[in-house]
Protein backbone atom coordinates (compact mmCIF):
# COMPACT_ATOMS: atom_id res chain seq x y z
CA UNK A 1 0.00 0.00 0.00
CA UNK A 2 1.47 3.49 -0.81
CA UNK A 3 0.08 6.36 0.67
CA UNK A 4 0.01 9.72 -1.27
CA UNK A 5 2.08 12.88 -0.45
CA UNK A 6 -1.12 15.05 1.23
CA UNK A 7 -1.05 18.73 1.37
CA UNK A 8 -2.03 20.71 4.71
CA UNK A 9 -5.56 20.92 3.94
CA UNK A 10 -5.81 17.26 3.09
CA UNK A 11 -4.26 15.71 6.36
CA UNK A 12 -5.37 12.44 7.88
CA UNK A 13 -7.25 14.71 10.44
CA UNK A 14 -8.82 16.36 7.98
CA UNK A 15 -10.90 13.58 6.13
CA UNK A 16 -14.64 13.50 6.54
CA UNK A 17 -14.99 9.80 6.30
CA UNK A 18 -13.00 6.51 7.40
CA UNK A 19 -13.70 4.61 4.25
CA UNK A 20 -10.59 4.89 2.08
CA UNK A 21 -8.66 6.83 4.75
CA UNK A 22 -5.52 4.87 4.16
CA UNK A 23 -3.41 5.89 7.04
CA UNK A 24 -6.23 4.82 9.74
CA UNK A 25 -6.67 1.68 7.67
CA UNK A 26 -2.68 0.62 8.06
CA UNK A 27 -2.96 1.77 11.57
CA UNK A 28 -6.09 -0.68 12.13
CA UNK A 29 -4.29 -3.05 10.05
CA UNK A 30 -0.72 -3.24 11.90
CA UNK A 31 -2.33 -3.58 15.30
CA UNK A 32 -5.20 -6.08 14.68
CA UNK A 33 -1.89 -8.11 13.24
CA UNK A 34 -0.32 -7.16 16.76
CA UNK A 35 -3.16 -8.77 18.88
CA UNK A 36 -3.93 -11.64 16.67
CA UNK A 37 -0.18 -12.63 17.74
CA UNK A 38 -1.13 -11.38 21.49
CA UNK A 39 -3.75 -13.88 21.64
CA UNK A 40 -1.98 -16.57 20.48
CA UNK A 41 -0.04 -15.07 23.02
CA UNK A 42 -2.89 -14.96 25.76
CA UNK A 43 -3.71 -19.02 24.98
CA UNK A 44 0.08 -20.48 24.88
CA UNK A 45 1.16 -18.58 27.52
CA UNK A 46 -0.99 -20.35 30.75
CA UNK A 47 -0.51 -23.43 28.90
CA UNK A 48 2.68 -23.34 28.48
CA UNK A 49 3.32 -22.50 32.28
CA UNK A 50 0.24 -24.51 34.13
CA UNK A 51 0.44 -27.98 31.74
CA UNK A 52 3.97 -28.03 30.72
CA UNK A 53 6.39 -26.28 33.79
CA UNK A 54 3.78 -26.87 36.03
CA UNK A 55 3.47 -23.29 37.26
CA UNK A 56 2.07 -23.18 41.40
CA UNK A 57 -0.48 -20.42 41.92
CA UNK A 58 2.54 -18.51 43.65
CA UNK A 59 4.36 -18.72 40.33
CA UNK A 60 1.36 -17.78 38.49
CA UNK A 61 0.88 -15.13 40.30
CA UNK A 62 4.44 -13.76 39.68
CA UNK A 63 4.17 -13.95 36.60
CA UNK A 64 0.71 -11.81 36.26
CA UNK A 65 2.91 -9.41 38.69
CA UNK A 66 6.12 -9.16 36.38
CA UNK A 67 4.08 -8.47 33.21
CA UNK A 68 2.12 -5.49 35.01
CA UNK A 69 4.56 -3.64 37.14
CA UNK A 70 6.11 -1.66 34.18
CA UNK A 71 2.86 -0.08 33.55
CA UNK A 72 2.93 1.20 37.49
CA UNK A 73 6.84 2.19 36.56
CA UNK A 74 6.95 3.50 33.25
CA UNK A 75 3.25 4.67 31.95
CA UNK A 76 4.05 8.47 33.24
CA UNK A 77 7.62 8.68 31.50
CA UNK A 78 6.06 6.86 28.38
CA UNK A 79 3.29 9.31 28.30
CA UNK A 80 5.75 12.62 28.20
CA UNK A 81 8.38 10.50 25.80
CA UNK A 82 5.41 10.40 23.01
CA UNK A 83 4.65 13.70 23.48
CA UNK A 84 7.78 14.79 22.94
CA UNK A 85 8.61 12.64 19.72
CA UNK A 86 6.64 10.90 17.19
CA UNK A 87 4.49 8.63 17.70
CA UNK A 88 4.72 6.46 13.94
CA UNK A 89 8.26 6.12 14.59
CA UNK A 90 7.62 5.31 18.72
CA UNK A 91 5.08 2.52 17.02
CA UNK A 92 7.44 1.13 14.49
CA UNK A 93 10.44 0.90 16.74
CA UNK A 94 8.03 -0.91 19.81
CA UNK A 95 6.81 -3.05 17.61
CA UNK A 96 10.46 -4.59 16.89
CA UNK A 97 11.38 -4.49 20.20
CA UNK A 98 8.59 -6.99 21.34
CA UNK A 99 9.40 -8.98 18.34
CA UNK A 100 12.79 -9.29 19.26
CA UNK A 101 11.90 -10.52 23.04
CA UNK A 102 8.84 -12.58 22.39
CA UNK A 103 11.15 -14.66 20.00
CA UNK A 104 13.32 -16.22 23.11
CA UNK A 105 10.30 -18.23 23.86
CA UNK A 106 10.26 -20.54 20.92
CA UNK A 107 14.28 -20.38 21.06
CA UNK A 108 14.42 -21.66 24.48
CA UNK A 109 12.07 -24.30 23.61
CA UNK A 110 13.86 -25.68 20.63
CA UNK A 111 17.19 -25.58 22.53
CA UNK A 112 15.60 -27.21 25.56
CA UNK A 113 16.17 -24.30 28.19
CA UNK A 114 12.71 -23.35 28.71
CA UNK A 115 11.96 -22.19 32.18
CA UNK A 116 10.03 -20.02 34.62
CA UNK A 117 12.68 -17.82 35.30
CA UNK A 118 12.32 -17.33 31.25
CA UNK A 119 8.98 -16.55 31.39
CA UNK A 120 9.24 -14.07 34.30
CA UNK A 121 12.25 -12.12 32.18
CA UNK A 122 10.43 -12.07 28.81
CA UNK A 123 6.90 -10.93 30.58
CA UNK A 124 8.73 -8.23 32.00
CA UNK A 125 10.56 -6.74 29.13
CA UNK A 126 7.53 -7.56 26.93
CA UNK A 127 5.05 -5.37 29.30
CA UNK A 128 8.02 -2.72 29.38
CA UNK A 129 8.00 -2.36 25.61
CA UNK A 130 4.06 -2.70 25.40
CA UNK A 131 3.77 0.41 27.60
CA UNK A 132 5.28 2.32 25.19
CA UNK A 133 3.93 1.24 22.74
CA UNK A 134 0.30 1.52 23.64
CA UNK A 135 0.69 5.10 24.82
CA UNK A 136 1.60 5.86 21.24
CA UNK A 137 -1.13 3.71 19.97
CA UNK A 138 -3.94 5.81 21.74
CA UNK A 139 -2.87 9.09 21.50
CA UNK A 140 -1.71 8.81 17.90
CA UNK A 141 -5.52 8.54 16.71
CA UNK A 142 -6.45 12.11 17.10
CA UNK A 143 -4.04 13.09 14.72
CA UNK A 144 -5.46 10.46 12.07
CA UNK A 145 -9.31 11.44 11.92
CA UNK A 146 -11.47 14.21 12.55
CA UNK A 147 -13.09 14.99 15.86
CA UNK A 148 -16.63 14.38 14.73
CA UNK A 149 -14.96 10.80 13.76
CA UNK A 150 -13.31 9.89 16.86
CA UNK A 151 -16.83 7.53 18.15
CA UNK A 152 -16.75 5.77 15.28
CA UNK A 153 -13.22 5.50 15.33
CA UNK A 154 -13.01 3.95 18.36
CA UNK A 155 -15.31 2.14 17.97
CA UNK A 156 -14.11 0.64 14.77
CA UNK A 157 -10.63 0.02 16.41
CA UNK A 158 -12.93 -1.77 19.17
CA UNK A 159 -14.63 -3.92 17.10
CA UNK A 160 -11.86 -4.73 15.08
CA UNK A 161 -10.05 -5.69 17.75
CA UNK A 162 -12.39 -8.13 18.80
CA UNK A 163 -12.38 -9.77 15.91
CA UNK A 164 -8.65 -10.36 15.78
CA UNK A 165 -8.61 -11.31 19.57
CA UNK A 166 -11.34 -14.29 18.07
CA UNK A 167 -9.04 -15.07 15.58
CA UNK A 168 -6.36 -15.56 16.96
CA UNK A 169 -7.78 -17.30 20.29
CA UNK A 170 -9.05 -20.10 17.69
CA UNK A 171 -5.78 -19.93 15.79
CA UNK A 172 -3.58 -19.96 18.98
CA UNK A 173 -6.01 -23.03 20.13
CA UNK A 174 -5.27 -24.78 17.20
CA UNK A 175 -1.64 -23.78 16.92
CA UNK A 176 -0.48 -25.03 20.72
CA UNK A 177 -2.58 -28.20 19.57
CA UNK A 178 -0.37 -29.07 16.55
CA UNK A 179 2.98 -27.39 17.40
CA UNK A 180 2.96 -26.98 20.96
CA UNK A 181 2.76 -24.17 23.10
CA UNK A 182 6.07 -23.12 22.96
CA UNK A 183 6.52 -22.95 19.55
CA UNK A 184 3.26 -21.12 19.01
CA UNK A 185 4.97 -18.04 20.20
CA UNK A 186 6.94 -17.58 16.80
CA UNK A 187 3.33 -16.55 15.65
CA UNK A 188 3.21 -13.50 18.17
CA UNK A 189 6.58 -12.44 16.82
CA UNK A 190 5.67 -12.50 13.35
CA UNK A 191 2.40 -10.61 14.30
CA UNK A 192 4.76 -7.81 15.75
CA UNK A 193 6.50 -7.56 12.16
CA UNK A 194 3.58 -7.22 10.71
CA UNK A 195 1.96 -4.81 12.83
CA UNK A 196 5.84 -2.66 12.21
CA UNK A 197 5.66 -3.07 8.65
CA UNK A 198 2.32 -1.60 8.53
CA UNK A 199 3.03 1.40 10.97
CA UNK A 200 5.39 2.56 8.76
CA UNK A 201 2.78 3.62 6.36
CA UNK A 202 1.18 5.66 8.45
CA UNK A 203 0.56 9.01 7.89
CA UNK A 204 -0.30 12.18 10.73
CA UNK A 205 -1.53 15.48 10.89
CA UNK A 206 0.98 17.81 12.21
CA UNK A 207 1.55 17.78 15.75
CA UNK A 208 1.12 21.18 17.73
CA UNK A 209 4.68 22.91 17.94
CA UNK A 210 6.74 21.81 21.17
CA UNK A 211 7.96 24.50 23.19
CA UNK A 212 11.17 26.00 22.49
CA UNK A 213 12.39 25.81 25.81
CA UNK A 214 12.21 22.00 26.87
CA UNK A 215 10.88 21.48 30.46
CA UNK A 216 12.32 18.64 32.75
CA UNK A 217 10.23 14.93 32.22
CA UNK A 218 8.72 15.68 36.22
CA UNK A 219 7.13 18.81 34.60
CA UNK A 220 5.78 17.13 32.06
CA UNK A 221 4.62 14.22 34.23
CA UNK A 222 3.10 16.69 36.43
CA UNK A 223 0.81 18.75 33.93
CA UNK A 224 -0.71 15.23 32.87
CA UNK A 225 -1.52 14.70 36.40
CA UNK A 226 -3.08 18.23 37.01
CA UNK A 227 -4.95 17.57 33.88
CA UNK A 228 -6.88 14.77 34.88
CA UNK A 229 -7.37 15.41 38.66
CA UNK A 230 -9.03 19.11 37.80
CA UNK A 231 -11.06 17.62 35.02
CA UNK A 232 -14.54 17.64 35.94
CA UNK A 233 -15.47 14.57 33.73
CA UNK A 234 -12.29 13.11 33.50
CA UNK A 235 -11.50 12.83 37.11
CA UNK A 236 -14.50 10.33 37.63
CA UNK A 237 -13.66 8.14 35.16
CA UNK A 238 -10.17 7.60 35.57
CA UNK A 239 -10.77 7.19 39.36
CA UNK A 240 -13.61 3.78 38.53
CA UNK A 241 -11.54 2.84 35.96
CA UNK A 242 -8.64 1.94 38.77
CA UNK A 243 -11.07 0.27 40.87
CA UNK A 244 -11.88 -1.55 37.45
CA UNK A 245 -8.57 -2.11 36.87
CA UNK A 246 -7.44 -3.49 40.43
CA UNK A 247 -10.85 -5.82 40.51
CA UNK A 248 -10.46 -6.95 36.91
CA UNK A 249 -6.60 -7.86 38.19
CA UNK A 250 -7.84 -10.05 41.30
CA UNK A 251 -9.80 -12.34 38.78
CA UNK A 252 -7.71 -12.41 35.64
CA UNK A 253 -4.47 -13.82 38.00
CA UNK A 254 -6.28 -16.89 38.43
CA UNK A 255 -8.54 -17.28 35.53
CA UNK A 256 -6.93 -19.45 33.53
CA UNK A 257 -5.45 -21.53 36.24
CA UNK A 258 -9.32 -21.93 37.63
CA UNK A 259 -10.41 -23.12 34.40
CA UNK A 260 -7.60 -25.70 33.60
CA UNK A 261 -7.57 -26.97 36.86
CA UNK A 262 -10.66 -26.58 38.90
CA UNK A 263 -13.28 -26.33 35.66
CA UNK A 264 -11.03 -28.39 33.91
CA UNK A 265 -11.81 -27.00 30.45
CA UNK A 266 -8.51 -28.23 28.67
CA UNK A 267 -6.89 -25.84 25.92
CA UNK A 268 -9.61 -26.45 23.98
CA UNK A 269 -12.12 -25.12 26.29
CA UNK A 270 -10.11 -22.32 27.30
CA UNK A 271 -9.59 -21.29 23.40
CA UNK A 272 -13.24 -21.76 23.28
CA UNK A 273 -14.30 -19.22 26.37
CA UNK A 274 -11.66 -16.68 25.21
CA UNK A 275 -12.79 -16.63 21.29
CA UNK A 276 -16.67 -16.00 21.96
CA UNK A 277 -15.09 -13.45 25.19
CA UNK A 278 -13.85 -11.71 21.62
CA UNK A 279 -16.66 -12.03 19.53
CA UNK A 280 -18.18 -10.57 22.28
CA UNK A 281 -16.24 -7.75 22.53
CA UNK A 282 -16.54 -6.98 18.37
CA UNK A 283 -20.38 -7.16 19.22
CA UNK A 284 -20.25 -4.45 21.90
CA UNK A 285 -17.57 -2.16 19.99
CA UNK A 286 -20.11 -2.27 16.49
CA UNK A 287 -22.78 -1.63 18.73
CA UNK A 288 -21.25 1.17 20.76
CA UNK A 289 -21.53 4.70 18.85
CA UNK A 290 -25.47 3.26 18.42
CA UNK A 291 -26.04 3.10 21.90
CA UNK A 292 -25.05 6.10 22.73
CA UNK A 293 -26.65 7.95 20.21
CA UNK A 294 -29.83 6.38 21.87
CA UNK A 295 -29.16 6.30 25.57
CA UNK A 296 -26.36 8.65 25.69
CA UNK A 297 -22.48 8.24 27.17
CA UNK A 298 -23.53 7.95 30.79
CA UNK A 299 -26.27 5.29 30.96
CA UNK A 300 -23.62 3.17 28.70
CA UNK A 301 -21.22 3.59 30.91
CA UNK A 302 -23.08 3.11 33.76
CA UNK A 303 -24.93 0.06 32.55
CA UNK A 304 -21.49 -1.49 30.95
CA UNK A 305 -19.45 -0.95 34.18
CA UNK A 306 -22.41 -3.16 35.73
CA UNK A 307 -22.38 -5.84 33.59
CA UNK A 308 -19.00 -6.58 33.94
CA UNK A 309 -19.19 -8.03 37.52
CA UNK A 310 -22.60 -9.32 36.70
CA UNK A 311 -21.02 -11.26 34.40
CA UNK A 312 -18.48 -12.72 36.39
CA UNK A 313 -20.46 -14.41 38.72
CA UNK A 314 -20.96 -17.65 36.54
CA UNK A 315 -17.25 -18.03 36.86
CA UNK A 316 -17.56 -18.07 40.88
CA UNK A 317 -19.75 -21.81 40.71
CA UNK A 318 -18.46 -23.18 37.45
CA UNK A 319 -17.51 -27.07 37.62
CA UNK A 320 -16.43 -29.22 35.09
CA UNK A 321 -18.72 -30.44 32.11
CA UNK A 322 -20.00 -29.06 28.51
CA UNK A 323 -23.29 -26.97 30.30
CA UNK A 324 -20.97 -24.89 32.14
CA UNK A 325 -18.67 -24.51 29.43
CA UNK A 326 -21.50 -22.94 27.64
CA UNK A 327 -22.47 -20.22 30.51
CA UNK A 328 -18.95 -19.20 30.88
CA UNK A 329 -18.48 -18.87 26.91
CA UNK A 330 -21.53 -16.93 26.95
CA UNK A 331 -21.37 -15.19 30.42
CA UNK A 332 -17.61 -14.19 28.98
CA UNK A 333 -19.17 -13.00 25.72
CA UNK A 334 -21.45 -10.77 27.35
CA UNK A 335 -18.54 -9.18 29.83
CA UNK A 336 -16.43 -8.15 26.61
CA UNK A 337 -19.23 -7.15 24.95
CA UNK A 338 -20.14 -4.68 27.63
CA UNK A 339 -16.37 -3.87 28.44
CA UNK A 340 -16.00 -2.71 24.83
CA UNK A 341 -18.98 -0.94 24.41
CA UNK A 342 -18.50 1.04 27.95
CA UNK A 343 -14.54 1.46 26.91
CA UNK A 344 -14.62 2.98 23.31
CA UNK A 345 -17.14 5.23 24.69
CA UNK A 346 -14.95 6.06 27.69
CA UNK A 347 -12.17 6.90 25.38
CA UNK A 348 -14.10 9.07 22.82
CA UNK A 349 -14.95 11.40 25.69
CA UNK A 350 -11.53 11.99 27.06
CA UNK A 351 -10.33 12.56 23.71
CA UNK A 352 -12.81 14.92 22.28
CA UNK A 353 -11.90 17.33 25.26
CA UNK A 354 -8.44 16.70 25.75
CA UNK A 355 -5.91 19.08 24.17
CA UNK A 356 -3.31 17.66 21.56
CA UNK A 357 -0.40 18.41 23.31
CA UNK A 358 -1.56 16.75 26.13
CA UNK A 359 -3.10 13.38 24.31
CA UNK A 360 -0.32 11.00 25.55
CA UNK A 361 0.37 12.54 29.32
CA UNK A 362 -3.63 12.01 30.01
CA UNK A 363 -4.08 9.12 28.52
CA UNK A 364 -0.80 7.67 30.33
CA UNK A 365 -1.67 9.50 33.50
CA UNK A 366 -5.06 7.19 33.03
CA UNK A 367 -3.27 4.35 32.23
CA UNK A 368 -1.01 4.84 35.53
CA UNK A 369 -3.89 5.04 37.74
CA UNK A 370 -5.71 1.98 35.94
CA UNK A 371 -3.33 -0.35 34.86
CA UNK A 372 -0.40 0.62 38.02
CA UNK A 373 -2.54 -0.95 40.54
CA UNK A 374 -2.81 -3.99 38.64
CA UNK A 375 0.38 -5.83 39.59
CA UNK A 376 -0.23 -5.15 43.16
CA UNK A 377 -3.82 -6.87 42.80
CA UNK A 378 -1.34 -9.65 41.26
CA UNK A 379 0.51 -9.99 44.47
CA UNK A 380 -2.89 -9.81 46.62
CA UNK A 381 -4.42 -12.32 44.95
CA UNK A 382 -1.65 -14.60 45.12
CA UNK A 383 -1.46 -13.76 49.26
CA UNK A 384 -5.13 -14.08 49.24
CA UNK A 385 -5.14 -17.83 47.53
CA UNK A 386 -2.24 -18.38 49.73
CA UNK A 387 -4.33 -18.26 52.94
CA UNK A 388 -7.49 -19.01 51.69
CA UNK A 389 -8.22 -20.61 48.30
CA UNK A 390 -8.82 -19.40 44.81
CA UNK A 391 -12.40 -19.11 44.89
CA UNK A 392 -12.07 -16.84 47.33
CA UNK A 393 -9.99 -14.36 45.37
CA UNK A 394 -12.58 -14.53 42.51
CA UNK A 395 -15.28 -13.32 44.62
CA UNK A 396 -13.44 -10.87 46.14
CA UNK A 397 -12.44 -9.62 42.47
CA UNK A 398 -16.14 -9.57 41.57
CA UNK A 399 -16.92 -7.40 44.42
CA UNK A 400 -14.56 -4.38 44.01
CA UNK A 401 -15.95 -4.63 40.50
CA UNK A 402 -19.55 -4.31 41.57
CA UNK A 403 -18.01 -1.48 44.28
CA UNK A 404 -16.87 0.39 41.09
CA UNK A 405 -20.10 0.28 39.15
CA UNK A 406 -21.95 1.59 42.15
CA UNK A 407 -19.32 4.47 42.62
CA UNK A 408 -19.88 5.88 38.76
CA UNK A 409 -23.23 5.50 38.95
CA UNK A 410 -22.97 8.24 42.10
CA UNK A 411 -20.62 10.64 39.78
CA UNK A 412 -21.72 13.67 37.48
CA UNK A 413 -20.69 10.81 34.24
CA UNK A 414 -23.98 9.11 34.81
CA UNK A 415 -26.03 11.84 33.81
CA UNK A 416 -24.13 12.64 30.79
CA UNK A 417 -26.68 12.55 27.77
CA UNK A 418 -24.47 13.73 24.71
CA UNK A 419 -20.47 13.98 23.94
CA UNK A 420 -18.79 16.32 25.58
CA UNK A 421 -17.06 18.68 22.63
CA UNK A 422 -14.66 22.16 24.20
CA UNK A 423 -15.80 25.12 24.88
CA UNK A 424 -14.79 27.02 21.83
CA UNK A 425 -13.21 25.28 18.22
CA UNK A 426 -11.99 27.80 15.83
CA UNK A 427 -13.10 26.57 12.44
CA UNK A 428 -9.54 25.78 10.86
CA UNK A 429 -7.99 23.87 13.27
CA UNK A 430 -11.03 22.43 15.12
CA UNK A 431 -9.55 18.80 14.51
CA UNK A 432 -6.92 20.26 17.14
CA UNK A 433 -8.83 21.90 19.50
CA UNK A 434 -11.26 18.39 19.55
CA UNK A 435 -8.09 15.75 19.80
Same mark, same amino acid.
Given at each position: ????????????????????????? +??????? +????????????????????????????????????????????????????????????????????????????????????????????????????????????????????????????????????????????????????????????????????????????????????????????????????? /????????????????????????????????????????????????????????????????????????????????????????????????????????????????????? /?????????????? /????????????????????????????????????????????????? /?????????????? !??????????? !?
Amino acid at each position: MTLPARSAVTTPAAVASLRGHRSFI +AYLTGES +ASLIGTAVHGVALPTLAILHLHATPGQIALLAFLSQIPTFALALPAGAVVDRHGKKTVLVVSDLAAAAVVAVIPATTALGTLSMPVLYAVALMLAAVTVLHQAAAIAIVPQLVAPGLLQQANSRIGAAFGAADTAGTYLGTAVVAVVGAGRAFALDVVSYLVSACCATRIRTAHAPPSPKVRRRMAADIWEGLLYVA /RTPLVRPLVLCLAGTGFGSALTSTFWAFHLLTTVRTGTTGLGVIMGVSGAGCLAGALAAPRIVRRFGPGPVLVAGFAMYPLMSVPLLFAGPGPLWLLVLALAGGLQLAAAACAGTTQ /RSVRQQICPPSLQA /RAQQTSTWVVSGSRPFAALAAGALASATNVRTVLLAGVLVLAATALVLW /RSPVARLTTMPVPA !STAPTDAHRSR !S
